[in-house]
Each structure stands twice: as structure tokens, then as C-alpha cells.
């Protein structure tokens, strides 16, 4: 099967009450693990690939990855750009085979966001290619982006309202309390605003920062009208916890395959866990 775009994806998942599950794809392993997930649960589910990990992977490989992915499994798969920065390298992406773009216009003002977002939605389309816009601050950190708590800020539910209906995008990540990487202690997700913008637009909400987030919480988001939830750190966490085991009882290890195969294995177990929570098992 081919990639497919989000549209295929979430309006199902908007219809169902689920959420289908971003995994961010950082190498071969990650993007073994996720498929293997989503074919034992037979679950759709999107690759996230951060700028810092196309960079590290190569836009080549990684298309390849996702491609090789989709035809193995035969299960409606997307490739995203997770948190662009810019009309060029979402252009980029798609003319290398993503399915999917994420602009994060989240840095720039209301105004200058909706008007770069536009521009990337009015290419992208033209392409058949779905984009998720941004708005508000995600604090914590991710690659190289960092954003300090104190200046992560919530979404305003008529702003999001507004930026939907200006720009076309096809999902919308929205700042509601979550964020990038473990937490120290419980995020407070601020639901009602994910019930307002539900309820007044017709896309599907994102909600990023999906690590460490206690799995009732998880569910009561999905309950408000979240149905992309993206998770990335709790995978890399799985998964160096596992190589670390590994050389930790034995040093003298040199095989790759001897501490990957775990690191895999335990991402495995990651991506099935919230394929399961987030209601997506059986809807490929
Ligand atoms: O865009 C990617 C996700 O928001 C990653 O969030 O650090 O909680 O896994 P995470
Ligand atoms: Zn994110």
C-alpha cells in the first residue's frame, strides 16, 4: 500500500472517538517497531519525522523507511513532517514523498502564522498532501527546540477557531497544557478548551507531548475531542533503557544487533500500549 495522507486517517478517527497514534520515527529500528505494533493490532498510524531526525536519517532513507513500511504491513500509514519550520522544507518533504506536513507557525505571531500556514496548506493540497497547523506554545523540548514553561502559552479557543477557518488546515495542534519530553510531575490538560474547539470545527485536534501522560488523562482527551495524540520521547526512553541493560550486564557487546534487537523489542511494547489506549486497534 502507498502512504496515505491524514485525511484518510483522522476524519475516521474524528467519527469513531479515537485518536490515532504519531510515532516519531528517529531510525530503521523505530520505524520496525511501529509498523510491527500496528500490524499485530492491526492499527492505521502516522510517522512523525522531526527536522532533526531527517537530518540525521536523510530525506532518501527516510521516505525509503516509511515506503517499505506501508508495503510490508499493508496498513494505511502517513508520513509526516513533525514541526516544520518553513514553506521550504515542507516543500522539500513533499516533493521527496511525505504524505503529510506539519507547519509550526507557533513562534511567529497570530497573523503571520495563519498568513505562512495558508500559503503551505494552498501547495500542499494542490498535492494531495494534509497539513496540521499549530497554535500556542508546547513547552519542554524537542531536537533542538526548546521552550521554557513560563513561555509556553495555552491556545485560545476563538484564535483556533479562527485560524481553521482562514487557513484550511486538516488538523490543528492546540496548546492545552501538555509537553515535549518526560514530565517532572502531572501535566494539566486543559480539557475544556479541547471541548470548545471541538465542538466548532470540523478537523481533527492534535495533541502533542504525549509521553508521560497518565493514561486517564490520555483517555479524558480523547473523551474532549483530541484524535491525534504524538508520541516521541517515551519510545527513545524505552528504548535506551534497553540498550543500556544490555551493556550495563555485559561490556564486552559489540554487536549492534545484540542491544538494537532489545531496544526494538521494548519500543514494541510502547507503541502497542497506546494503539490500545487511544482506541485505534482494528480501524486500518
Ligand atoms: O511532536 C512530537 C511530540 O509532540 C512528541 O512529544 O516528547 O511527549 O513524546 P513527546
Ligand atoms: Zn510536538
Do not use: W
Amino acid at each position: 500500500m502507498a502512504l496515505v495522507s491524514m485525511n484518510e486517517l483522522l476524519p475516521k478517527a474524528k467519527a469513531g472517538k479515537y485518536a490515532v497514534g504519531q510515532f516519531n520515527m528517529n531510525n530503521l529500528e523505530f520505524a520496525q517497531a511501529i509498523t510491527q505494533a500496528g500490524m499485530e493490532l492491526n492499527a492505521p498510524f502516522i510517522f512523525g519525522v522531526s527536522e532533526g531526525a531527517l537530518k540525521y536519517m536523510g530525506i532518501e532513507y527516510t521516505v525509503a523507511l516509511a515506503e517499505a513500511s506501508a508495503k510490508k504491513s499493508g496498513l494505511p500509514i502517513a508520513l509526516h513532517l513533525d514541526h516544520g519550520s518553513s514553506f521550504d522544507v515542507a516543500m522539500k518533504c513533499i516533493r521527496a514523498g511525505f504524505s503529510s506536513v506539519m507547519f509550526d507557525g507557533s513562534h511567529h505571531s497570530y497573523e503571520d502564522n495563519i498568513r505562512l500556514t495558508k500559503e503551505i496548506v494552498k501547495a500542499a493540497h494542490a498535492m494531495g498532501v494534509s497539513v496540521e497547523g499549530e497554535l500556542g506554545t508546547i513547552g519542554g523540548t524537542e531536537d533542538d527546540i526548546s521552550v521554557a514553561e513560563e513561555n509556553a502559552n495555552l491556545a485560545k479557543p476563538e484564535e483556533a477557531i479562527r485560524f481553521y477557518e482562514e487557513t484550511g488546515v486538516d488538523a490543528l495542534a492546540i496548546a492545552v497544557g501538555t509537553a515535549h519530553g518526560m514530565y517532572a510531575g502531572v501535566p494539566k490538560i486543559h480539557y475544556d478548551i479541547i471541548e470548545q474547539v471541538a465542538r466548532a470545527i470540523p478537523i481533527s485536534l492534535v495533541l502533542h507531548g504525549g509521553s508521560g501522560v497518565p493514561d486517564q488523562m490520555l483517555i479524558d482527551a480523547i473523551k474532549a475531542g483530541v484524535t491525534k495524540i504524538n508520541v516521541n520521547t517515551e519510545n527513545q526512553v524505552a528504548g535506551t533503557q534497553a540498550i543500556r541493560d544490555v551493556l550495563n550486564k555485559d561490556a564486552k557487546v559489540y554487536d549492534p544487533r545484540k542491544y538494537l534487537t532489545p531496544a526494538r523489542n521494548a519500543m514494541v511494547e510502547v507503541v502497542k500500549s497506546k494503539i490500545i489506549l487511544f482506541g485505534t486497534s482494528n480501524k486500518s
